[in-house]
């Protein structure tokens, strides 16, 4: 079985509309029999449009009408009863009477700055790697053909990622003030490559700092899509490669476990500014 490059959300969507082509439709169709992400994700918006036909059938059905009778009765004794007040309870504390409720404000204002610094600390996020969070950047890509890649234009991908769309990205990676010329918020599957511009493909990747640069990505990128476009491999191997670690990749269809000194210098695309 083919590696492939998980549906994207517009795709799974126009296929349960039935608004794909034939060819495109068995495309979806064969990949989802054995893509358990992503028939996942078509049952999650399955469910969505049937929660929603429920509630607005609900809303728009006619009320109940009253119970009378005995059970009337029963509710309003149940009414009575918890009119009542109930005397609060209290414990005592080395011979001392202690409420309860003095005894949980207290421990509630000796915990919540303890709290409050453990949560803030544990969501703090000062950078991203090379590689993406597979959780936020699992990969996604349009359903394309070898011949619609290699006829576009390489300068023609449409790689600029609108200004909002990134600032989304930093949000998902809890990167709250991205330094300047640090970061280029990239495509982990490359529009070179059929890749979507959809979240779950995006992630910021370190433009200068460290080994594993966006530059160096970027000339595998275009690596990749000379030896598809010579035949020397597959498109779906090539979105597979880079969609599940783009290092290693580097280091298989280079040969060399380093960046090259020409690709550490490789400039094509900018950087968050």
């Known amino acids: 079985m083919r590696p492939e490059a998980h549906i994207s959300d517009e795709e799974l969507v126009l296929a349960m509309d039935g608004e794909l082509d034939e060819l495109r439709a068995a495309a979806v169709n064969r990949h989802l029999l054995h893509c358990w992400e992503c028939r996942g994700r078509r049952a999650r918006f399955e469910q969505s449009i049937a929660d929603f036909m429920t509630l607005h059938r609900s809303a728009n059905a006619p009320e109940i009408p009253p119970v009378e009778g005995p059970a009337a009765k029963l509710r309003a004794s149940l009414r009575l009863e918890s009119a009542q007040p109930v005397p609060a309870p209290w ?3 080395d011979g001392v009477r202690v409420s309860p409720s003095l005894l949980a404000g207290s421990l509630a204002i000796l915990i919540t ?9 544990s969501g703090k996020v000062e950078a991203a790697g090379p590689l993406p969070d597979g959780r936020l950047t699992p990969g996604a890509a349009h359903l394309v053909s070898k011949q619609q890649v290699c006829v576009a234009p390489l300068e023609d991908e449409g790689r600029l990622v609108p200004d909002h769309l990134a600032r989304r990205v930093f949000e998902e990676y809890r990167i709250s003030n991205p330094k300047p ?3 280029e918020v990239d495509y982990l599957i490359s529009p070179a490559l059929g890749g979507s511009n959809e979240l779950r493909n995006l992630w910021p990747v370190p433009y200068s700092k460290g080994v594993w640069t966006s530059r160096v990505k970027d000339a595998l990128e275009d690596h990749l899509r000379t030896m ?3 035949g020397q491999l597959d498109l779906a191997t090539a979105q597979h490669e880079l969609s599940t670690n783009w290092i290693a990749a580097y280091q298989k269809y280079f040969g060399t476990n380093k960046p090259m000194a020409e690709h550490a210098r490789f400039v094509k695309d900018s950087p968050w500014e």
């Open 228 to 230: 598809v476009c010579d």
């Open 91 to 93: 414990w005592r504390w």
């Open 113 to 121: 700055p303890l709290a409050m610094i453990l949560w803030l600390s």
């Open 181 to 183: 010329r640090s970061y």
